[in-house]
């Protein structure tokens, strides 16, 4: 009756298969004095009935506190108490203050054939605990609802089979399903990561985690097919899903607006300053009487010294439009230089590496072609991707034309579609081709039509429309 159940010289049963009950030390004369842990619940009970182990007030308040620390034990077999990490599963209960003081009531309140219905009771409630754990629940049961919340369980710490442990030291009663979400492990050895254990994902698809080198060797084998399948799902996901804006180098310096593509026929590279000025803003600037160049007000090169001299002077400055611009009169031979393929091929590179995008259009075009490299596609369809998931659309049109030659015209429609709203005709057409095949959809035709359309309208202003007119 003082809620003492600590002392009890009784023992319990940790077998998950058995359902017994601890015994009182004077149980001889009762013929309980079998092994501990044996002896199952139920019979238990009826031996307890036909020997009149229930006639005793102090024998119903014992048997009483015992079922009620067998739920307690059962529910907990698997607790591991004082691990790193907690998370809550959502349950609230009472707290064990709170369960102690139902214990003592009930036990106040005790009496005849009331003790067998809670003994029963209590019995059913932990079988149901048990069968619950099994299921990978939360196995603790329903509680009386007249009792305040306390705090949420914490989930504590999974052991290597990847169970799940749930610490409930307020004693919450439910039974909803808790979702696992998967505490990180070593795919290989099943280790778990902790403060002295660093694990580290697959560089490649980053589904698993290794705790070491030899780990990620040793699981290569079972692990490479579904490592290649999602590797190349990311791929496709970043290339498709990046690039669909036009980079900063597209706008005009001056009037800030998309410039039409190609863009050689409609804007100017202004050497001195290596910015792109639309037909529009020069024409604009030539009527104002500006026949230098309308940023920096740099005069303009009379010969192809000193268009080469400003080149290289901005060269000397990293500047990477600049080497680009220097690789490509290596590769056409102009300003006087003599043609040389590998050598605009290495000023691709270095422009590459320091950001520039049309760089890695024109190096995959040298590594498809096999022009001033060896002939490599895929390092060059490699060049094309990085180039197209930055905003190029000659890079995409060309993917798009890759993969509709690979008889892939479901990938091609995908990026001719991408580069079509950046406004370049030539993929439009390829869409309306492939549509005329019987590989587009009307919708998918209609969809680049517009798309077209729109990139095209953003484009247009007045200035430009009259260095049109004039034969810009």
């Known amino acids: 009756r003082d809620g003492t159940r600590a002392s ?10 058995t359902r017994s ?61 004082d691990r790193s990490g907690t998370e809550s599963c959502g349950r609230q209960g009472p707290s064990l203050a709170d369960e102690s003081l139902m214990e003592t009531s009930e036990h106040r309140n005790i009496g ?33 609802t007249s009792l305040r919340p306390h705090e949420p369980c914490s989930k504590r710490w999974q052991g290597n089979s990847g169970r799940t442990i749930w610490s409930h030291s307020h004693l919450t009663m439910s039974c909803v399903q808790v979702v696992d979400d998967g505490a990180e492990v070593c795919a290989n050895c099943g280790k778990q990561g902790s403060d002295t254990v660093k694990l580290k994902n697959c560089t490649s698809c980053r589904l698993v985690k ?14 490479k097919r579904a490592c290649k399948q999602r590797a ?25 607006l998309p410039i039409p593509v190609p863009m050689d026929e409609h804007a100017t590279l202004n050497l001195c300053c290596m910015k792109q000025i639309c037909n529009g803003c020069n024409v604009a600037a030539q009527k104002r009487g500006m026949h230098d160049c309308p940023f920096c007000r740099t005069p303009l090169p009379k010969n192809d010294a000193d268009t080469l001299a400003m080149i290289q002077a901005r060269v000397a400055k990293k500047d990477p439009a600049a080497i680009y611009f220097l690789g490509n009169d290596y590769s056409d031979g102009k300003c006087g230089l003599q043609k040389d393929m590998q050598k605009a091929v290495e000023l691709w590179t270095e422009a590459a590496e320091l950001g520039s ?17 060896k002939q490599d596609k895929a390092k060059g369809i490699n060049f094309w991707s ?48 492939t549509f005329m095949a019987g590989h587009a959809t009307k919708e998918q035709y209609a969809e680049a039509l517009k798309g077209y359309q729109d990139a095209v309208e953003e484009t247009k202003s007045y200035e430009r429309d009259e260095a049109k007119r004039l034969g810009y």
């Not at 009890?8 to 298969?17: F, W």
């Not at 031996?47 to 079922?67: I, N, P, Q």
């Not at 259009?361 to 022009?371: E, F, I, K, S």
């Not at 990026?415 to 993929?427: D, F, N, P, Q, R």
């Open 8 to 17: 009890s010289p009784g023992r319990r049963c940790m077998n998950a298969g």
């Open 21 to 81: 009950i601890a015994h009182p030390p004077s149980s001889d004369a009762l013929g309980l004095n079998k092994p501990p842990c044996t002896l199952p619940l139920r019979v238990a009970r009826e031996k307890r009935e036909e020997a009149g182990f229930l006639a005793s007030r102090d024998a119903r308040t014992w048997a009483l506190c015992m079922s009620t620390r067998s739920v307690r034990q059962r529910v907990h077999a698997c607790q591991m108490p």
């Open 112 to 144: 005849g054939s009331s003790l067998e219905q809670a003994v029963v009771s209590r019995a059913d409630r932990s079988r149901a605990a048990h069968q619950s754990s099994q299921q990978g629940r939360c196995s603790i049961l329903q509680g009386p």
């Open 210 to 223: 290794y705790c070491g080198v030899d780990c990620q060797r040793a699981h290569r084998k079972q692990h």
């Open 232 to 256: 190349a799902e990311l791929k496709d996901e970043q290339l498709y899903s990046q690039g669909h804006e036009r980079p900063e180098g597209d706008f005009c310096t001056i009037c800030t």
């Open 357 to 373: 995008i049309k760089a890695l259009h024109n190096l995959g075009l040298a590594h498809v072609t096999g022009r001033g490299a």
């Open 386 to 433: 990085k180039a197209a998931m930055q905003g190029d659309a000659f890079a995409r049109h060309n993917l798009g034309f890759y993969e509709r030659k690979e008889g892939n015209h479901e990938r091609a429609v995908r990026h001719y579609l991408i580069s079509a709203k950046m406004g370049y005709e030539h993929s439009l057409e390829s869409i309306k081709e």
